[in-house]
């Protein structure tokens, strides 16, 4: 398994899954523009970013195969390698040295930030991973937080109210201080999976992140905070959120839908440092890479939770039409007793954002959108099968929500076939065929 984000880009080249571009491009609008014509086919290498020595990379893990890659596992093996490695999280060595610190500067104005959208308020560096000390645990988070420059040495910085980084940024402000932060861009896949994770208060998601490497990971000690990182980042910053400092803006989310102008705070540089040959991480919002790095180690906890709590569950999916965010399929092999409201409820319980929960049973694809509809159209009836929960706590995203209040109203839908019901009418037509061949009805 590699261990940092160029041996990864040298294994994915050998699989033919990266799109190296040797022309030069701009950072406005150009490099998220081939990004998105690559859609989920290959990650994309930039060699010759115009006005800038960094190279850069996009959609890195934006297809499940190489999100699997990433992690050393099977497509099919993806949740059971994730709810492992969150379950025997260890902690990583810690390294005195680190190739980053071969380079360094105070003007993060070199680095190859990209302007993606029409109508965002700015460029926005979208791989940015902040570490920052839990006081209150006394313990070190990582998350990912986007950051639109501001000048030379500042950044403005996205901090959805209520994440991990948000409580401690408030202990510290109510403490009338600033807080110490360390900031990589470019690390191995595998911590970008860990980081993306919402672990519990406390946790430290870079010991996921060593478990997801088979323990391989290292760590060093960032100079000024003290904060530990990724000795192979390719850049690391170090700076701090200042207290009492704010600033408008306003971006395309993981929906892909612009979200509302925010006052956000704004994170003051003092050191930045980069490795021999810098390699940036570019993520487009919206977009497979972004959405399976959010929606994955969903997916995976809630399989995790509801084949404990349910055995018939047998597949938990976050759709694609539902952003891999706000809408659910529970594949499960319904009995007799199998209470369908339970589970719907269940759901909803352990991923806060979800809108809509349907249930369908074995014979359906619950990663085939069709295959759902139809179960909906032919084994569901809205007067009895339909959960309705009004005015409840949602995602911040959806713009059909209350999004001041967080309030939204939710779904879930049983499209399995009846236990009351004639088995006989849920079958589909069959027609002998299984020497039919095509080719013979081509010669007279
Ligand atoms: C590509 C990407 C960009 C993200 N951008 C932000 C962001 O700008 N602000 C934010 O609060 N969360 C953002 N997130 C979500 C958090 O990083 C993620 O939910 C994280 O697990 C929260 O960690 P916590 O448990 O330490 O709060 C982003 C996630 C990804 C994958």
């Avoid at 570490?131 to 998350?143: A, G, L, M, V």
């Avoid at 992140?209 to 060093?220: E, I, Q």
């Avoid at 055995?311 to 092999?333: C, D, E, F, R, Y």
Wanted: overall charge positive.
């Amino acid at each position: 398994m590699t261990v940092d984000m160029r041996s990864f880009l040298q294994q994915i080249k050998k699989t033919n899954d990266l799109f190296i571009v040797k022309k030069g491009v701009s950072t406005k609008y150009e490099i998220a523009a081939v990004t998105e014509k690559l859609d989920e086919s290959k990650a994309a290498l930039f060699e010759n970013v115009k006005g800038s020595k960094f190279k850069l990379i996009s959609n890195l893990v934006g297809s499940r195969d190489r999100f699997a890659q990433a992690i050393g596992s099977k497509k099919s093996d993806i949740n059971r390698k994730i709810v492992k490695a969150i379950s025997s999280a260890k902690k990583p060595r810690i390294s005195s040295t680190a190739k980053f610190f071969e380079n360094s500067s105070k003007d993060i104005s070199i680095l190859p930030i990209v302007t993606h959208f029409q109508n965002e308020s700015g460029p926005f560096i979208t791989s940015s991973i902040l570490y920052t000390r839990n006081q209150e645990k006394k313990s070190q988070n990582s998350s990912f937080h986007r950051l639109m420059p501001i000048g030379k040495n500042q950044f403005s910085i996205r901090m959805v109210e209520g994440r991990d980084l948000h409580r401690s940024f408030m202990f510290a402000k109510t403490h009338g201080q600033d807080l110490p932060v360390a900031i990589t861009v470019g690390v191995h896949p595998a911590i970008s999976i860990a980081c993306a994770f919402q672990a519990k208060w406390g946790k430290n998601e870079l010991e996921i992140a060593n478990s997801l490497m088979n323990n391989k990971l290292t760590l060093t000690k960032c100079p000024s905070t003290g904060l530990l990182v990724p000795s192979t980042a390719e850049i690391v910053m170090e700076g701090k959120i200042l207290r009492n400092k704010t600033h408008k803006e306003w971006m395309v989310e993981m929906l892909r839908t612009y979200d509302m102008p925010r006052s956000a705070p704004v994170i003051q540089i003092e050191k930045l440092y980069f490795r021999n040959n810098p390699i940036y991480h570019d993520i487009l919002s919206g977009y497979t890479e972004a959405r399976l790095l959010m929606g994955m180690p969903i997916e995976a906890k809630l399989n995790s939770i509801m084949k404990k709590k349910f055995p018939q569950t047998k597949q938990v999916i976050l759709t694609s039409g539902g952003a891999n965010w706000l809408h659910a399929v529970v594949q499960i092999s319904k009995t007799r007793s199998t209470n369908v409201k339970k589970i719907i409820n269940e759901t909803f319980a352990n991923h806060r954002s979800l809108k809509m929960v349907t249930i369908v049973d074995d014979d359906i694809d619950p990663t085939d959108a069709v295959a759902v509809e139809f179960a909906m159209a032919t084994r569901f009836q809205a007067d009895k099968d339909l959960v309705i929960i009004k005015n409840v706590r949602g995602s911040s995203l959806d713009p059909s929500s209350n999004q001041k209040k967080l309030r939204t109203a939710k779904m879930g839908i049983d499209a399995t076939i009846p236990a009351s019901k004639r088995p006989d009418g849920f079958k589909l037509g069959k027609i002998p065929k299984s020497k039919t061949n095509l080719k013979d009805y081509l010669k007279k």
